[in-house]
């Protein structure tokens, strides 16, 4: 191909065309076969007689066994730590919130009885007030 058949007539194409590669990645599933794949090969190349094959590989699984297990129980362990902790911060804080509640709602009941109580004085001083108005006008 030539380098002038990338140029449109009127304005010319300054860059070289380029590839596009589209590459799929490879799943859990050839993973498993290249596995599969692998340990059938190794078990017909192996020195070893079957017997001697069959313990070690018993022998392996169950160390592969117990390394999942102290795996498991040390995240699990760590899983429950976590949680307790978690536990405890939202307890705390759930105090904390119905500690202001209270607090919140205790000062606004003894503003209410404050506000009930010099409306109950300034109705007293009214009524006085009011009193000793009629009595100074039936006296004039």
């Known amino acids: 191909m030539d380098e002038y058949e990338w140029y449109d007539d009127d304005e010319p194409y300054l860059r070289e065309p380029y590839v596009i590669v589209e590459r799929n990645q490879p799943g859990v599933g050839s ?5 599969a794949l ?3 090969v190794a ?3 192996d020195p070893q007689s079957g017997e001697e094959t069959r313990r070690e590989l018993a022998r392996r699984a169950r160390r592969a066994q117990d390394a999942a297990k102290d795996f498991v129980e040390d995240v699990s362990g760590t899983v ?3 949680f307790q902790e978690v536990r405890a ?3 705390e804080r759930i105090e904390a919130t119905l500690d202001a509640v209270d607090d919140k709602k205790r000062r606004v009941s003894n503003a209410f009885h404050a506000g009930r109580a010099a409306a109950r004085e300034a109705r007293g001083e009214l009524e006085q007030r009011i009193a000793e108005s009629k009595a100074a006008y039936k006296d004039s």
């Not at 993973?31 to 596995?35: H, S, T, V």
Request: aromatic share 6%.
């Open 31 to 35: 993973f498993l076969i290249g596995l």
């Open 80 to 82: 429950a730590d976590k």
């Open 38 to 40: 692998g340990a059938g």
């Open 89 to 91: 911060t939202v307890e």
């Open 43 to 45: 078990l017909l190349l």
